[in-house]
């Protein structure tokens, strides 16, 4: 059970685990194992990818490696020592030196088919992929929550910015909502418009209104719309360059921007940095965490100011929510 003294002893679970979109664990996935040959196991991609490049990595390495928790501080400092900086460069320089084309292959690549799995429903993934979806549907279910408590969202105009497999646009639309979902990679985007076919067609009251998905990454988002979110996604964005996205996509929405991220503390930054010890080469990117003053004088700056506040936190998966309305209203 080495994950299992892992996992205690740099996280802490918060109980808070009721998704209402995911089914629970399997029996073969609650027991711990380890991930299988061939899994993606070290792909930073997303809020979550972060602990699980960590949480795979461990899962791979003999239970023997991590008999006692002593080793693992060992292990820890000997990495905060390392520079994870030459890997990280490595990575970009085999995208031909351009990181947002580097998360744009990984994503229609074997992210895709990791992240797929991940926001799916088979029962084929590890532990910590299961811990991962939970967490993820737990924060979707939240956004779902603010966005509909004020009453019907049907005509409301929703941007979901890196869309990815529709998690969070498919349930709008279905409730009515006019829903534009872009990502960075086709895949992502092409799965989303596949799911939501599929699930259009369960609905017994019938489609509400089609949303539209499209390839686009965040840059180039236009338009105005009452709510913009952008969920589990601004992982990809180097703090130097978070602000500015802040701001665009604040510019874009007209009532409310809701921002997921993993957010910078000693705890997190350590457990990257040990997730960085795992490298699988081509399948990682690199992962950015941001610290919650940042993001809210980014919005500060931008003219808008923070409504809502939430945390989810679960064994590999964290992610601060924040919604945020403009500072005049
Ligand atoms: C961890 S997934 C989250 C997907 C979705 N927001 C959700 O919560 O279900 C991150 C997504 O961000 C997308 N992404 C990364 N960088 C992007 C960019 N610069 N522009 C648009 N999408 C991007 C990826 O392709 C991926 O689908």
Redesign the pocket.
Known sequence: MHSRAFSSSLTRPDGDFAPRHHPGPSRQCRGLRRAPRGASVVAS?????VFSQIADGVLAVPPTAFGALGALGLIGAALFVADPEKRRSAQTTSAGGDE?EA??GY?NSV?FER?NKI?GTTDEISSVQMDIRKG?AV??DKVLRWITEDGSVKGVSVC?????????SIPLALQGAEVYG????SA?ADEAARRYEEQSKAEISGRQATPRFEA????SLTGSYHTV?????L???PPEKMAAMVKHLASLAGDRLIL?FAPSTPALLLLKRIGEFFPKGSKATRAYLHKEEAVEAALREAGWKVTKREMTSTRFYYSRLLQAAPATS
């Open positions: 991609a997303g809020v979550s990818e947002k998360v744009k994503f992210g992240w926001y993820h924060t979707v979901d910015a890196g869309c990815g497999t529709g998690s969070l872009s990502d960075i990679s992502m686009k990454d965040l840059e979110c952008c969920i589990d996604v992982i990809h964005y997921s």
